[in-house]
């Protein structure tokens, strides 16, 4: 009860949706298989003459021959392809064309290589052949088997006087394109080499690449494997089997089991048919179906008769899709269906309309009813429903070999090359005509023979599924061209997928799963290029889209997120004044400065008191004055260097500490040569004189020679170290010359080592020369400093580097303002009583 439910709901569907989906959705019911199973039958036609009429009862006569039902739409391709052209005033005027077609014409191969050697003892074998003075040329249809089409033309050989050419409806096939074996054959249908490129683009659409492959072990099999595998190859879509079916039934059974584990076991949700559907790979087919086995089935047209016969669940995530090569819709059909007599309620003629899948299950009470029912009105329903009613591959085939012979007749007889004295050489130029011939049909579609090898067939896309009690639908999803641009030959139409699915997508069939982003694929060898594993991309790769083989790595100024996605812009770090550490040395720097100049202050207020005096008073501000320089100096490290910066830092600190330490070193010289000259001298001349103060412009000159070269040589530049700290790009100056460097460290070294050891000496001084022992600690704390500068220096980076240099140089400044000037302006300041000459020269008698 509920499947009569069922059917009455789906029959009652159509009606209103055909007027949405129309073109591209047929409703259709599956056939009863026949008496003698689901062996396939080639139909031969037979042009024997042209005659000025045609009978009342022609076309009714060809229709109501018994045959078999999926054979009956080829007699009606003809019949109809026959009566457009009879009625064409343009095409053989006042002539009709007439093919015979018997109840003998339509055989399985078998039953042909059967009768091979009757072709030898009997040349009036074939059907109606008519040898008489008013017969033209015997022009043959055959098909749409190719093996049919094969014998007949090869068994034509002690017949070639005759000429007998053979035109072929059904699919291309390379062995019928011999010339030297068939010269007076001609396929109709087109190549189908853009077959494999349909396929592939259509897998790549919706993400397939693992797909299974079952196909005939022939030659046609072999080559379409060829080009497949080249086109899967091209675009890395893998095999997830191959299956090569025999074509002999007794090595097929011994292998049945062996491919019918390949497809179960394999994880693939997709396998391409392809092959003939009379052959054990249509046996292994529906073998495969009747065990349940679901997957997507990808095939050709000719295969969309053996699909129909199964029935499915109402899944919508299994189902077949069809390529059938592209034709226009020929619209005067229906109305020539309209225009038949009614058949005999036995041929079942209406319900067993092939391409419209319509079948009444036909039994006595359903006959009877049949016999009730007004023709008409039945035809009027089957038109109201969008039923499958286009011409199939090989009727459209049909239809323009009608064409073919009509237009290459209509030329010879224009050139009245027919003298009518033997069929021989109407032949001959028959054939010579036929191979010229070019045409357009009637739907707007160019046929020509000439060139019909190079043409590439054009495909429609359908989409079936077969529900239960043999109600089918059958949806147009999209087109494929050749000729279009490379990513423009596949167009499928979204929304009928959607509408017929319920998604955009397919049902996914890869080998792994998709490597998202910040992963790469993982190639094993041995394995297809399908399947793969995922790993992280490395350290400061990235990687934004999907199945990426490699990682790409971020330019020196960006950095990988955590994600390894995408790359993100470094932050541009600097020793700068808004972070504390440089607000700190800004503000030391200050400090610093300001006390310097306070003593400078107090020394120029007490200039005259014999501390200031005793203790050489223009160095004293000399050395005041260069330290408040070197106090001033890690300005120029602070904020965003460019390269008056850079080449300022260097210079400015070379120079001002060299002016600093030699004022040092001229002053540790005067406390000397004032103890240790008593009497007049040479010595004593040095030392009334000033020569000591020369020492400070002798020391910088040599300094300011070393930063000359050093700015000659490699002078400092601007430098950033993307790699000491990670997402942040630091810039700092770069030394240029590292030995330039070095040798104005080394300088500073060396006149603070000859300080400190002058000083040392003169340690032991009367106490009021006690300035050495100032001196001496001040030298060793400087030295200090910049010893232990060196290895902290070399073991740290980017800006760190450069805080350490702004900390030694403030330390060692500070290091010589203290040691040398804080016990003076104490005793100026809070001991002033001691700032006296009596004072000092008690302290000496005493």
Known sequence: MFTLIFLFLLLNIPIPVSSIIHPRCFWRMKQNKDKDGDLLTGCIFLLIRLQWTVEKDYFNHILNIQTRTENKHFPLALAFSLDEVNRNPDLLPNMSLVFEFSEGACKTVSELYSLMPLFGKNQNYYLNYNCNEGTTCIVMLTGPIWETSAILGTSLDPYRSQQVLQLTYGPFHT????????????????????????????????????????????????????????????????????????????????????????????????????????????????????????????????????????????????????????????????????????????????????????????????????????????????????????????????????????????????????????????????????????????????????????????????????????????????????????????????????????????????????????????????????????????????????????CVRCPEDQYANREQDQCIHKAVIFLNYEEPLGMAFALMVLCFSAFTILIFGIFVKHHDTPIVRANNRNLSYILLISLMFCFLCPLLFIGQPNSATCVLQQITFGVVFTVAVSTVLAKTVTVLLAFIVTAPGRMRYFLVSGAPNYIISICTFIQIIVCAIWLQVSPPSIDTDTHSEHGQIIIVCNKGSVTAFYCVLGYHGSLALGSFILAFLARNLPDKFNESKLLTFSMLLFCSVWVTFLPVYHSTKGKAMVVVEVFSILVSSAGLLGCIFIPKCYMILFKPERNSLEKIREKTSS
């Open 175 to 550: 062995i019928l394109s011999d010339d030297e074996k068939f010269p007076y054959l001609y396929q109709m249908a087109p190549k189908d080499t853009a077959l494999p490129l349909a396929m592939v683009s259509l897998m790549l659409h919706f993400n397939w690449n693992w797909i299974g492959l079952a196909i005939s072990d022939n030659d046609q099999g072999s080559q379409f494997l060829s080009h497949l595998r080249r086109e899967m190859q091209k675009n890395t879509v893998c095999f997830a089997f191959v299956s090569l079916i025999p074509v002999k039934m007794d090595l097929y059974m011994s292998r049945a089991e062996v491919y019918y584990n390949q497809i179960i076991t394999s994880s693939t949700n997709v396998v391409i048919i392809y092959g003939d559907t009379d052959s054990t790979l249509a046996v292994s087919f529906r073998m495969w179906e009747s065990l349940g086995i679901q997957r997507i089935w990808v095939t050709t047209s000719q295969w969309d008769v053996t699909t129909s016969k199964r029935d499915l669940t109402l899944d919508t995530s299994h189902g077949t899709l069809v390529f059938a090569q592209h034709h226009s819709e020929i619209s005067g059909f229906k109305t020539f269906v309209q225009t038949l007599n009614p058949l005999k309620c036995s041929d079942e003629y209406l319900a067993r309309l092939g391409w419209m899948r319509f079948n009444c299950e036909v039994s006595a009470s359903k006959c009877e009813t049949l016999r009730n029912c007004s023709f008409n009105a039945s035809l009027e329903w089957l038109m109201r429903q969008t039923f499958d009613m286009a011409f199939s591959d090989a009727s459209y085939d049909i239809y323009n070999a009608v064409y073919t012979v009509a237009h290459a007749l209509h030329e010879m007889l224009l050139q009245q090359v027919d003298d009518g004295k033997g069929h021989y050489g109407n032949c001959l130029k028959l054939h010579s005509f036929l191979r010229k011939t070019h045409f357009t049909n009637p739907v707007g579609e160019k046929v020509n023979m000439n060139q019909r090898v190079n043409q590439q067939a054009e495909y429609d896309i359908f989409q079936v599924w077969n529900f239960p009690n043999g109600f089918g639908l059958k949806v147009k999803i999209g087109e494929f061209s050749p000729y279009f641009p490379h990513f423009q030959q596949l167009h499928l139409y979204e929304d009928v997928i959607e509408w017929s699915t319920g998604n955009r997508q397919m049902l996914p069939s890869v080998c792994s799963a998709d490597c998202g982003p910040g992963f790469r694929k993982f190639l094993q060898e041995g394995i297809a290029a399908c399947c793969f594993d995922c790993i992280p991309c490395p350290e400061n790769e990235v990687s934004n889209e999907t199945n990426v083989d490699k």
